[in-house]
């Protein structure tokens, strides 16, 4: 299977600053890559699909790149509801499977 | 706007088999995929396995062996079985729909999450 590895594991920045998480996958996985943003007690939310594109009511200051084995999820400019875990996935091949996830804490 | 809500036990002694149903609401569960993820406490989420409306499913190897995903079009319900838990399967479960057919190969909806706890 296809193993993700996120780092770091804890991110901890002040409002307004840039944030960027890695993923990488143990393989080619192209393009398909998602993330998703989850809140303590709350389900995951898709934030980025196919590695760059924004999903549908998520903040422009939110971006995704990458391709292949190596991809970047950047959070312009930090807002104080930004605080979460960021997982990413890859659905390139079956199983699908999830990086262990950044914390991201806001000052 | 489709909602999901999982329901089930929240405690299950080892060595039994752990139920849980999925219940979608505000659209037909017919033409998607429809899933499991789960999260050991503090842990990574992990795919468990889909089905498709027409019963077609797929498991991840590493659970295959004890692992049964069942629909219910006429509750508009999917459901979990797995067998033989041990402590290992402490984890919050969830459902989610995926819209293959649409070229939407991730996950756009969910529910809010079923703790189950495998204890004696």
């Given at each position: ?107 | ?32 995929f429809?899933h ?61 729909r995926r819209d293959d057919?649409?070229?939407?190969w991730y996950f ?13």
């Amino acid at each position: 299977e296809i193993v993700v590895t996120q780092s770091p594991g804890t991110l901890s920045l002040s409002p307004g600053e840039r944030a960027t998480l890695s993923c990488r996958a143990s393989q080619n996985i192209g393009n398909n890559l998602d993330w998703y943003q989850q809140k303590p007690g709350q389900a995951p939310r898709l934030l980025i699909y196919a590695a760059s594109s924004r999903a549908t009511g998520i903040p422009v200051r939110f971006s995704g790149s990458g391709s292949g084995t190596d991809f970047t999820l950047a959070i312009s400019s930090l807002e104080p509801e930004d605080s979460a875990v960021y997982h990413c996935q890859q659905r390139s091949e079956w199983p699908l499977t999830f990086g262990g996830g950044t914390k991201l804490e806001i000052k | 706007q489709v909602q999901l809500q999982e329901s089930g036990p929240g405690l299950v002694k080892p060595s039994e088999t752990l139920s849980l149903t999925c219940t979608v609401s505000g659209g037909s569960i017919s033409n998607y995929f429809w899933h499991w993820i789960r999260q050991p406490p503090g842990k990574a989420l992990e795919w468990i396995g889909y089905i498709y409306y027409n019963g077609n499913t797929d498991y991840n190897p590493s659970l295959r062996t004890r692992v049964t995903i069942s629909l219910d079009t006429s509750k508009n319900q999917f459901s979990l079985k797995l067998n033989s838990v041990t402590s290992a399967d402490t984890a919050v479960y969830f459902c989610a729909r995926r819209d293959d057919n649409s070229g939407r190969w991730y996950f756009d909806s969910w529910g809010q999450g079923n703790l189950v706890t495998v204890s004696s």
